[in-house]
């Protein structure tokens, strides 16, 4: 079949059908622009009705699922749309890409792509939405829009040069860029004010390394920890045991893992990591599951450690961790960064591109129970090995070869 070529301003009708939008960008990286690419569902007047109608990869399937994001990595994003699922008073879908924080605008890259393939996975068409010159750091790329009965898209390409925020609040979106420092709670209403949606992360760092997020009486849902890396240089394949990535992986690529140590009320201790097999359970003792584990270095997703925020109160403490396990330590050139996402909150971001170079593990955030809260403790210190960094958090399992 045909593919049809759109400009910016062009549209073309689309079968009324479940369809994949994929959106690539060239090139698929920039230093300094991390790009987050959404969707929103919008009614007639072109605006939200709530927190479900936002489409991204902190709430990839909200609502009935109908829109939904489906894959992100390095320069591309994935969504797919059914269109005879989606709600009566949908009548557009944009999508859009921002750089985070404003860092860069547009400009830097050569071109943006929209590709809208059909159920059968063909292309139906491609927009190509030329990006040199560009001020904006927040674009809508394209938008699939109902006109008298008719599904179409609309190729884009333009923005605001004040990046999320503003693009967020043109459809209709009240956003809030971090959590607020607690206030005296307002007269009582009517009515339940909505909560603003927060779709910006928050970077846990020195200067801000605590957040505290409240008890919640149906508990947290899924919490879902991802370790994320430059993967340039990464290996095709793991070799050379624990060992041999710590302490002279030769000139091979990084290839990092992530761990945690984990101890619950009732006193029990125990770790999850891959090495040794030992990747828990997400509904049963412990509640925390590794998913994910990058045995090829291909999955360009990363790796995620998933806890069962219903049984938090079970928890005491969760140390997660990540080592280089192949690959000489050298922290700045990964480029390492784990995202904790907790459903209706912010994404929560730590960054480990300091520390010597010498030391190949990392205790990267700890997350505390204290009195039913979710306590997120930057913590960002290196050692040499799993035994050194369980004896600076006294928490007491045995390392020695052989045994956990």
């Known amino acids: ?104 605008t547009f400009g830097a890259f050569t071109s943006l792509q929209v590709t809208v393939k059909n159920a059968a996975g063909q292309a139906v068409l491609v927009a190509t939405l030329p990006a040199t010159g560009m001020v904006e750091s927040a674009l809508i790329l394209g938008e699939l829009y109902l006109r008298q009965g008719q599904w179409k898209f609309r190729a884009v390409g333009q923005g605001f040069a004040g990046g999320l925020k503003p693009l967020a609040e043109h459809f209709g979106v009240d956003i809030s860029d971090a959590p607020a420092p607690a206030a005296a709670p307002p007269p009582p209403a009517p009515s339940p004010a909505k909560k603003p949606i927060s779709l910006s992360k928050v970077t846990l760092d020195k200067g801000k390394p605590r957040v505290s997020l409240e008890k919640k009486s149906e508990g947290f849902g899924e919490i879902r920890i991802n370790l994320n890396w430059n993967r340039e240089t990464a290996p095709a394949a793991k070799s050379g045991g624990l060992l041999g990535g710590l302490f002279g992986g030769g000139n091979k690529g990084m290839d ?107 205790a990267v955030v700890l997350l505390e129970n204290i009195n039913g809260t979710l306590q997120v403790n930057r913590e960002v210190r290196y050692f040499k090995g799993h035994q050194e960094m369980d004896q600076a958090y006294r928490w007491g399992l045995n390392w020695r070869s052989g045994s956990k």
């Open 1 to 104: 079949m045909s593919v049809t070529q759109l400009v910016a301003g062009a549209n073309c009708p689309v079968p009324s059908e479940k369809l994949q939008v994929e959106v690539t960008l060239s090139p698929a990286q920039i230093s300094g622009a991390e790009v987050d690419i959404s969707a929103f569902a919008l009614t007639g007047s072109g605006k939200v009705r709530g927190d479900d109608d936002m489409v991204f990869y902190g709430q990839p399937r909200p609502g009935n699922g109908s829109v939904a994001f489906l894959a992100n990595s390095a320069g591309r994003a994935e969504f797919s749309v059914d269109i005879p699922k989606l709600l009566a008073s949908t009548e557009k879908i944009a999508f859009t890409a921002t750089i985070h924080e404003n860092r860069k």
């Open 256 to 362: 990092l893992d992530v761990g945690c140590l984990y101890e619950q009320r009732d006193g029990t201790i125990s770790a999850i990591q891959a090495l040794g097999n030992r990747f828990g359970s997400f509904r049963s003792d412990p509640f925390i599951e590794l998913k994910g584990d990058d045995r090829t270095g291909a999955i360009s997703e990363g790796e995620w450690l998933h806890i069962n925020g219903q049984q938090w109160q079970t928890f005491k403490r969760v140390l997660v961790y990540a080592f280089i396990y192949e690959g000489a330590p050298n922290w700045a050139q990964t480029d390492g960064v784990v995202t904790i996402y907790v459903p209706n909150e912010p994404p929560l971001e730590i960054r480990m591109t300091e520390g010597g170079n010498s030391l190949g593990m990392c």
